[in-house]
């Protein structure tokens, strides 16, 4: 078992910085990457950043140049800095952690944090 408990959302003016953190608890041994997703109104879900447990990290394509993910082990909590922050980055923002035992990936999710970005 996983809880993950995402925090740091709020209301920002465009141009403004945001870092999200999510913190894991439970059976941290078992996660093999963490990330964050979004998911706007009447939008698909769509990858934000991820990162392995060996500190590889990726970014959806909408994202790079703005957002850099990041991590505490000690703390066992992954950061998502947003900065110039744009009125299409309006999401609730979900942490993921992903635990594979092939051929299954198990999926935990937090319970979101919303993020609107306006003026």
Do not use: H
Not at 90 to 110: D, R
């Amino acid at each position: 078992q996983v809880q993950l408990v995402e925090s740091g959302g709020g209301l920002v003016q465009p141009g403004g910085s945001l870092r999200l953190s999510c913190a894991a608890s439970g059976s941290i041994s078992s996660i093999n990457a963490m990330g964050w997703y979004r998911q706007a109104p009447g939008k698909e879900r769509e990858l934000v950043a991820a990162i392995t447990r060996g500190g590889i990290s990726n970014y959806g394509d909408s994202v790079k140049g703005r957002f850099t993910i990041s991590r505490d082990t000690a703390k066992n909590t992954v950061y998502l800095q947003i900065d110039s922050l744009k009125p299409e980055d309006t999401a609730v923002y979900y942490c993921n952690a992903a635990s594979t035992k092939w051929p299954t990936t198990f999926n935990y999710w937090g319970q979101g944090t919303q993020v609107t970005v306006s003026s």
